[in-house]
């Protein structure tokens, strides 16, 4: 069964840090394009950060110099590190990846992962 599995999220003080892991596992060809995406409760769903297969990355405003996206192409894992956290960084974050297949390529999304900073 092809699916993305996140890890690495849990309590946190004001500060501090986290890296969470997005592991693509079943019968695939390739990860391409990973995005970290978050949301807190009652707002929607955000980008936080984008990693392409030429290592081209992106940041939302709000974490850029504070969060690193990177992956490992043979391990077919994307990586987000997380420094500096603050109390507005709390959300649930959630990994997507487009997934090269035997038959195609599919957009798939894991199933999140808690992360909630304390002060």
């Known amino acids: 069964q092809v699916q993305l599995v996140e890890s690495g999220g849990g309590l946190v003080q004001a500060g501090g840090s986290l890296r969470l892991s997005c592991a693509a596992s079943?019968?695939?060809?390739?990860?391409?394009?990973i995005g970290w995406y978050r949301q807190a409760p009652g707002k929607q769903r955000e980008l936080v950060a984008a990693?392409?297969?030429?290592?081209?990355?992106n940041y939302a405003d709000s974490v850029t110099g504070r969060f690193t996206i990177s992956r490992d192409n043979v391990k077919k894992t994307g990586y987000l590190q997380m420094n500096s956290l603050k109390l507005e960084d709390t959300a649930v974050y959630y990994c997507?990846?487009?997934?090269?297949?035997?038959?195609?390529?599919?957009?798939?999304w894991g199933q999140g992962t808690q992360v909630t900073v304390s002060s």
């Open positions: 990693i392409t297969t030429s290592d081209s990355t």
């Open positions: 997507n990846a487009d997934l090269s297949l035997r038959w195609g390529t599919r957009n798939y």
């Open positions: 079943g019968s695939i060809r390739s990860i391409n394009t």
